[in-house]
């Protein structure tokens, strides 16, 4: 049961990560149509 919890842990971690980035990519997204716009 210790290995599944630290198995547990670790793939919640990636997927924490992962949404992370998912948000750090929307920002850039929403920068660029900041750029994009005044234009």
Do not use: M, T, W
């Not at 547990?8 to 997204?29: E, M, Q, S």
């Amino acid at each position: 049961s210790q290995e599944n919890l630290a198995n547990y842990g670790r793939k919640r971690g990636v997927r924490k990560a992962r949404r992370i980035d998912n948000l750090k990519y929307l920002l850039n997204l929403e920068e660029k149509d900041e750029e994009l716009g005044p234009e």
